[in-house]
């Protein structure tokens, strides 16, 4: 692979640099034990009693040395002290051959070796065996010094094992060139370097490879039928190539490095590029687009039939309302009938029969006159429209009604794919393989199997079939089937089975208790004593939280005479009234240039802006970089943003859009800013407890600009307009450290693990969603993971409590809290390996979260890992929801938390002062570029005002007055932007206001 910076330059200072410690994490690392106090009496001289037990402290925290002028001068301070030297002492005379000496007696203490060429063997070893995955050069890094840990070798320096990995990176890819000469054939050759020439009937015609780098995001017929001839061209490439993809042996993330180049360079470019170099590149580019196209059409084919089930839906529901509606109007004709002609007539009979001064027979004369009129055809008529209003509507007419748009749209699609099918769907793909010999057409010998009994005699009447219905049914069963992972797709990025996703199980055979180790989980092998201490957990809370309840303890809990309870959260009282803003500057209103420019001098975050190709040490024009970035991450756009900016193309900005500014960059980019307020002291103020860092995540809605397959159509959010949710995380301290951008039709809690899994700068101790974000399958994972889960749960005397099994014959009657189920323990012992597998897998960072869990979560009525997860998660959450009851401050904690999101959310909105609701790009990359690029703006904001705020407290001499700012800024949140000029500046020169496009003329 070319040139390339595995670590960034922050990342990299860190690594090679000793650690910053706090109070107590310096206490433990200088701690003076018998064994240390022995070998400090031995050593001559006080520098070089310092210099060792810096060392060793240094040591004992990352097991690396460090260079002595490296050492922090807190830490020297303190050492100073510990060995009770004097105070005025200066550290300076500790020799490299004395150093060198110190940390071979450090190393054999702790039973270390020095990574000699012995332990390079071994790790480039390991080294070629994550390359071979296919694994991420950072994460190769990251895993390499698990490796040298457990293997007890000393940590080399950052350059040292960048140089190994990138060496085996490189020598790897230099195989993959020799493979692909030594498998390619003339033809496939040939077949190409077709995508490289331009049609010959017009100069502007487009190349072939270009036409298929966009894939459109519309669900229309003819973009549909479009996308399906490209899908047929590429994947007879993908027939041609796959024997040659296969024998370098590239899985998903090395397609998608290598196909992303393709994506992002012109024909020129990759016409410059050695032969057997730009066969790799197409070859993944033709994979790539080949997942991704099929990936697309599955996206249609779900938002089409869901679409499609929604309209039915509707129109059966308006039918059904105009139906009550003449129903109550036809009740309302038959009274006034009835009081018209019946009980008007049995009146008058009434008055006949009772009359005195006639005699019987005339009586019953009158009464015959008054009955010869006859009111029956009148009656008949009502009951005939009575009769007909109450027949039920037949749903299923509406189905057929609208089953030739639907046809138009997934026929299509269904035929060019081919299908891997799970046992359970044998019926169903018998459907398919019909569907698709008869070219779409039904006739009475078509498979039924797959339909349900209303459905079949919707269908099927009098031996003849509803070829209409009968799409539309088997549609809506594959649009099911694939999104419960009945029938997945071997060529795809998102619609594989559930296994692919995580560590094979031959692999996970192999390596398992190396796994386990590695992702720190080894503690969770015995399933027996890891239910056994959840059952001792379990059932002492459940006493604490009842017994202080009933002891009158707990005195915001009340319990409902009718069962249930109410459990109230008094809100914090803030100490200090004093508004934050008025320690900002009012007179001047800071450009978010100027915001940006200064957080970049102490951060460096535009270096983190790397081109994509790495091997490019030119880096574009800051200027243009924060054009760039504004563009996007305020809502402007970034051709109106060069439009609007002097001294800034058109093209520059295109140019940084297209290969700087990627997810990856741009958290790169974020982190180096976290780095910074990290480092600082200010934001601790926010801190809680000084040992735990809460955080949490919420998402908001945005509508998008033009059709997105990343979006769906919500009317309670974006009414007729499709809609995503941007959901981002945040800590304590104001801290945004990640986001993602998904439709709004997806649970939000699939994504809550990605967030808590990148956590470089931000490691969470707790973490807390609303509602949406919580689920019982995420406290399971959340608890093997390490994190504390502690979501705010709506309708929470609604929620299910529950007890093992074990303690059946424990007294409940007295207890306001209770059980109302029993833990299945039997699932979670039979799936116990399989849920380490996907815990192993997600620790690791083998695939994201949120891509197991987006296949997992469909599974629930199949897959018994679901159900495990699930059974899992119940203990934890029961855990959890007895300590919300019980603890005030953990309430406290959660709703302050929350608030802080919510307070970010409209940071979000007042930053994109371009669209601040609406997302221009319909591209899920791209939403996440501009989601990310706006996170940057306000990270900068919230360090520029820590910065400021720091400044402002060390020039305050009295200490009484910044012992008052420390109390208004405790009380007040960073993420302050009124003093901000995030709109830019007007020009009122003469020369501006000229009349520049002659409109007076």
């Not at 895993?143 to 960048?162: G, T």
């Not at 010959?200 to 519309?218: A, F, G, P, V």
């Not at 008529?381 to 509406?398: R, S, V």
């Not at 006739?443 to 459905?455: H, V, Y």
Request: glycine share 4%; net charge neutral.
């Amino acid at each position: 692979m070319p040139r390339m910076k595995i670590l960034s330059s922050v990342e990299q200072e860190s690594f090679d640099k000793p650690p910053v410690l706090n109070g107590s994490q310096r206490k433990q690392a200088f701690y003076i034990n018998e064994s240390i106090s022995k070998i400090l009496l031995e050593l001559r001289g006080t520098d070089n009693k310092i210099g060792f037990l810096l060392s060793y402290g240094y040591f004992i925290m990352t097991r690396k040395f460090f260079h002595p002028l490296d050492f922090h001068s807190n830490d020297i301070s303190h050492v100073i002290k510990q060995l009770e030297i004097s105070a005025d002492h200066s550290f300076k005379k500790y020799s490299n051959t004395t150093r060198l000496s110190h940390e071979n007696i450090i190393l054999e203490i702790n039973g270390y070796v020095r990574f000699t060429e012995g332990a390079v063997e071994f790790l480039n070893a390991e080294i070629f065996k994550m390359v071979k995955n296919q694994q991420k050069p950072k994460l190769i890094f990251f895993r390499c010094i698990d490796r040298l840990r457990q293997a007890k070798v000393e940590l080399p320096s950052c350059r040292r094992l960048s140089l190994l990995i990138l060496n085996t990176l490189n020598s790897y890819k230099r195989n993959l060139s020799t493979i692909i000469q030594q498998s390619i054939s003339e033809e496939t050759k040939n077949l190409l370097d077709e995508l490289f020439i331009q049609e010959e009937d017009s100069k502007t015609s487009r190349y072939r490879l270009t036409l298929l780098k966009k894939i459109s995001q519309s669900s229309k017929p003819t973009k549909v039928k479009e996308r399906i001839e490209d899908l047929d061209f590429i994947s007879e490439q993908y027939r041609r190539i796959q024997p040659i993809l296969d024998a370098t042996g590239l899985k998903h993330e090395g397609i998608k490095y290598f196909a992303g180049s393709v994506l992002k360079s012109q024909i020129f470019q990759l016409n410059q590029r050695a032969e057997e170099d730009r066969y790799v590149h197409v070859i993944c580019f033709i994979a790539h687009q080949y997942f991704r196209l099929q990936d697309n059409l599955v996206d249609v084919l779900l938002s089409v039939v869901r679409t499609y089930q929604n309209s039915v839906q509707r129109e059966y529901k308006d039918m059904c309302f105009d139906q009550r509606r003449n129903q109550t109007k036809s009740i309302s004709t038959f009274l006034d009938t009835l009081d018209e002609n019946v009980f008007a007539l049995i009146n008058q009979i009434r008055s006949v029969s009772q009359a005195e001064y006639i005699s019987d027979s005339e009586k019953v004369k009158e009464i015959c006159e008054l009955l010869k009129e006859d009111k029956s055809d009148h009656f008949k008529q009502l009951k005939e429209t009575f009769e007909e209003e109450i027949t039920p509507i037949e749903y299923f007419k509406i189905m057929e009604s609208k089953s030739i748009r639907l046809q138009n749209r997934v026929s299509p699609i269904i035929k060019s794919f081919t299908f891997q099918a799970e046992p359970g769907a044998s019926d169903l793909i018998e459907a398919i393989n019909y569907f698709k010999e008869k070219d779409g057409v039904i006739k009475t010998n078509a498979p039924s199997g797959f339909l349900d009994k209303d459905q079949l005699q919707a269908a099927v009447t009098e031996d003849k079939i509803n070829p209409s219905l009968y799409k539309a049914f088997l549609f809506i069963h594959i649009a099911n089937a694939m999104k419960s992972g009945l029938l997945n797709l071997t060529h795809s990025y998102k619609y594989r089975p559930l296994d692919d996703y995580m560590i094979s199980k031959e692999r996970w055979e192999e390596e398992k208790r190396e796994l386990l180790k590695t992702a720190d989980l080894d503690s969770f092998t015995d399933v027996e004593k890891v239910l056994n201490d959840l059952d001792t957990n379990l059932i002492e809370q459940y006493k604490l939280t009842n017994n202080n309840i009933s002891s009158g303890n707990n005195i915001h809990f009340k319990p409902f005479p009718a069962g249930g309870f109410r459990i109230a959260t008094p809100a914090l009282e803030e100490k200090e009234k004093d508004p934050l803003q008025g320690y900002f500057p009012d007179r001047h209103f800071v450009p978010l240039t100027e915001i940006l420019y200064t957080v970049n001098r102490s951060s460096k975050f535009i270096n983190q802006l790397q081109h994509h190709q790495q091997k490019h040490t030119h880096q574009a024009r800051k200027p243009a970089m924060f054009a760039s970035l504004m563009g996007l991450g305020c809502g402007i756009g970034a051709r109106k943003m060069a439009q609007i900016s002097d001294s800034i193309k058109e093209n520059e900005i295109e140019h940084i859009v297209n290969w700087y500014l990627s997810k990856d960059n741009l958290q790169a980019a974020n982190d180096a800013i976290l780095k910074i307020m990290d480092d600082m002291e200010l934001p601790n103020i926010y801190r809680r407890h000084k040992d735990k860092l809460h955080t949490s995540s919420d998402g908001q809605k945005f509508t998008v600009r033009g059709e997105s397959l990343n979006a769906n159509y919500s009317f309670k959010y974006g009414g007729k307009e499709q809609v995503v949710s941007a959901y981002s995380f945040i800590d304590e301290r104001g801290l945004l450290w990640y986001s993602h951008v998904f439709s709004a039709a997806e649970r939000e809690s699939a994504y809550v693990i990605d967030g808590l899994m990148h956590n470089d700068f931000v490691k969470s101790d707790i973490h807390s969603t609303d509602t949406h974000g919580y689920s019982e399958v995420i406290f399971g994972t959340t608890h093997l993971l390490g994190f504390s889960y502690a979501p705010r749960i709506k309708n929470l005397k609604k929620q299910a409590l529950y007890i093992f099994k074990s303690r059946k014959t424990n007294k409940q009657k007295d207890w306001t809290v209770r059980s109302t189920n029993y833990v299945n323990e039997s699932i979670i012992r039979e799936n116990w390996d399989d849920l380490l597998r996907l815990a192993c897998t997600i620790k690791l960072k083998e695939t994201t979260a949120s891509d197991i869990f987006r296949r997992l979560n469909s599974y629930s009525k199949q897959h018994d890992l679901y159900k495990a997860m699930k059974a899992f998660g119940q203990i934890i959450k029961s855990k959890f929801i007895l300590q919300y009851l019980n603890d005030l401050e953990l309430r406290q904690s959660i709703e302050k938390q929350l608030n802080r999101v919510e307070l970010a959310n409209k940071f979000t909105r007042a930053v994109a002062v371009g669209n601040p609701r609406e997302f221009t790009q319909t591209n899920k990359e791209d939403q996440e570029v501009a989601e990310s690029c706006n996170r940057l703006i306000k990270n900068a904001i919230i360090c520029w005002n820590y910065m400021y705020l720091t400044q402002k407290l060390k020039r305050i001499d009295n200490e009484e007055n910044r012992e008052r700012l420390l109390t208004v800024i405790k009380n007040h949140s960073p993420i302050s932007w009124a003093h901000i000029n995030l709109l830019g500046e007007y020009d009122f020169s003469e020369e501006r206001m000229q009349d520049s496009l002659g409109v007076l003329a």
